[in-house]
């Protein structure tokens, strides 16, 4: 265990897409604190000690309702949300659609449902788990966003990867620093925190041409490895970030500031 964070200890977490590729990461970090971490995801998972799942639909509210109130039946105290989940799109190895995800190509139906999932449920798992926070007056919410929510994506590091990144992404991404400013505000007296982060690309064997282009545009030359935003999370949830709310920390590389 890390006690650089210990406050963390037996925290009652909560985290949206717990099952994601970062997600996973997230929820493995608390775990390492011994805080208790409830995921809700569309996608089942393997229950641990002190790890509870919730096949969990985040853009119905009345799902997230019902988990509200089996946690207080249970009379457990909600500390930490973290809005993880969102609906990503990734240069594969292989990938053979790039037309669908230009601009002039995208569906309707795409659009809504990225947006659904990563802005619409962050906003409902905000208002649900936020609101009990702020009735306790204690509570800690941080919203995963990214650097394209920050910068328009450079769509020339996808150059011969037959993919582009689609405008839902940015739109989602920027949308969630919107969130965190007014929930931070909105519920700074109630003594619910609210922040945000904005990282950059994780290393995941992404396409060779895709890897090569990214490393010209962020200055320490290279992707994120998967483990090297953990301490920044357990930061800002923790009691040693206790002054600071409504912020974005950007952890890129480097890359928001060329």
């Keep these: 265990m890390n006690n650089k964070f210990s406050d963390l200890k037996n925290k009652n977490i909560i985290i949206t897409g717990g099952n994601g590729f970062f997600g996973k990461q997230i929820t493995d970090a608390f775990y390492n604190q011994g805080s208790n971490v409830f995921i809700l995801d ?34 457990i105290k909600i500390d930490v949300l973290i809005n993880s989940a969102a609906k990503d ?20 139906k795409v659009w809504k449902e990225d947006l659904n999932v990563g802005l ?6 905000t208002k649900i788990f936020g609101t009990y926070m702020a009735e306790k007056k204690n509570g800690v919410i941080l919203n995963i966003s990214s650097d394209l929510g920050i910068i328009a994506p450079n769509q020339d590091i996808y150059k011969k990867t037959n993919f582009i990144k689609p405008v839902s992404y940015s739109v989602v991404k920027h949308g969630i620093i919107g969130l965190t400013k007014y929930t931070a505000s909105y519920w700074a007296k109630k003594n619910v925190r609210c922040n945000a982060i904005a990282p950059g690309g994780i290393y995941n064997k992404q396409n060779a041409n895709f ?32 002054y600071i709310t409504g912020s974005v920390i950007v952890s890129d590389g480097g890359r928001t500031i060329i």
């Design 42 to 75: 569309t996608k089942k998972s393997q229950e641990r000690k002190k790890i509870t799942f919730f096949k969990t639909d985040i853009t119905k509210e009345f799902e997230l309702k019902k988990i509200l109130i089996f946690l207080k039946k249970k009379k």
């Design 211 to 242: 890897l090569k282009n990214i490393k010209k545009v962020i200055p320490i030359g290279r992707m994120a490895k998967i483990n090297e935003y953990n301490d920044l999370i357990l930061f800002l949830c923790s009691k040693s970030s206790s």
């Design 89 to 108: 799109h990734v240069p594969r190895k292989n990938y053979r659609n790039k037309e669908k995800f230009e601009l002039e190509n995208f569906s309707e």
């Design 120 to 125: 619409t449920g962050s906003y409902l798992s």
